[in-house]
């Protein structure tokens, strides 16, 4: 079974980073989405349209690596974008 998935673009809101950790926690944000929503449709196929999608507040200090956050939100988005899957 096919799927494609396209996602035309994310926006994120970093409050109190700096521009570098903004990039670095950007950085690849796309391709996690995409492979976890994969990950989690299984053999689902199908065609899902969302225009706007709020996944909310995540609160972590500047202590957190970027990747790290960058997981969170991507599980966060790719959660709920599966749930809209079923």
Known sequence: MNKKI?????QIRLKGSTATRARSIGQGLGDEVL???A???GSK???LKIENLNSGKISS???VPAAAL???IARRIA???SDRMK
């Open 61 to 63: 200090g500047q202590g």
């Open 45 to 47: 196929s199908g065609s």
């Open 39 to 41: 990950e989690n449709s």
């Open 6 to 10: 396209h996602i035309e673009k994310i």
């Open 35 to 37: 492979k976890l929503v």
């Open 79 to 81: 959660d709920l974008i």
């Open 70 to 72: 960058r997981g969170q």
